[in-house]
């Protein structure tokens, strides 16, 4: 579809309301491709530094590719400003729980699988706390995740456990039925490699159905083009390690193994 210039498919972007953890109304960015489809979706989890212009170019950019795509704002509770704003208000309170994200991002897999247009296979994608968050709602929700995408994906190996964290995701990886794609930078101090190893011994030791992709001389985020983390090279061939996986576990042929 992005590559063929005889394409006459375009886009469509909105604001949607989703019933979050709770019964809280949020707030949530969808894009998906024009026509009936079916497309398959995708789920998006925005980072610490919040639910901004970089989240909600990603999501365009998945509905270039063929994906019905949400991106619910998890910070909607804390109130409305710049994401800066919104994302400093929120880390000065400790983050938000897990089990608040996991509900709320259940919605967003609600709210795809609602849709006529989109084909019952829902995937994953989140960078930094959000590929965390990734990890952990595929735990949690189990059968309803068809593929898992984990950028960088800080504190999912956790050395001290909070109350909002109550729980280090990489230990709950026996409870992953998705294939997973795991995308790090070997220069990342969160997660640092050895906590990666960690990570993968315990899928290993799980049988899990993975695969890691590590760069070296790449640091925490990146992918992104606006700060000085980004590595082009490393970022171009992780986005096409993500659209060479997930064509194979979200079409409607595909089963999880």
């Not at 829902?122 to 990890?135: D, L, N, Q």
């Not at 640091?219 to 980004?230: D, I, K, Q, R, S």
Request: hydrophobic content about 35%; charged content about 20%; proline content about 6%.
């Amino acid at each position: 579809m992005v590559t063929d210039t005889s394409t006459k498919v375009g886009m469509t972007c909105e604001m949607v309301d989703l019933t979050g953890h709770g019964g809280t109304t949020i707030n949530a960015y969808v894009a998906r491709p024009t026509g009936p489809g079916p497309f398959p979706a995708m789920v998006l989890i925005h980072h610490a530094p919040g639910w901004d212009e970089w989240y909600l170019e990603a999501t365009r950019r998945f509905a270039q590719h063929g994906y019905a795509a949400i991106c619910p704002n998890l910070y909607a509770r804390t109130g409305h400003g710049t994401s800066e704003e919104v994302g400093a208000l929120v880390r000065a309170a400790g983050g938000v729980p897990d089990d608040q994200v996991v509900s709320d991002l259940e919605a967003g897999f609600k709210y795809l699988r609602a849709q006529p247009y989109a084909s019952g296979k829902v995937g994953i994608f989140g960078t930094c706390s959000g590929g965390r968050h990734a990890f952990l709602t595929a735990a949690r929700l189990g059968d309803q995740v068809d593929a898992v995408v984990e950028c960088w994906s800080g504190g999912v190996v956790q050395d001290e456990l909070t109350a909002m964290r109550p729980v280090s995701p990489h230990t709950l990886s026996d409870k992953v039925t998705a294939p997973i794609l795991g995308i790090f930078g070997n220069d990342d101090r969160n997660p640092t490699p050895e906590q990666v190893n960690a990570h993968e011994e315990e899928l290993k030791r799980t049988g899990r159905n993975y695969e890691f992709h590590r760069y070296d001389g790449a640091p925490h985020g990146f992918f992104y083009y606006h700060a000085p983390a980004y590595r082009q090279e490393s970022a171009v061939d992780g986005w096409k390690q993500i659209w060479e996986f997930l064509p194979k576990h979200l079409s409607k042929s595909q089963s999880k193994s």
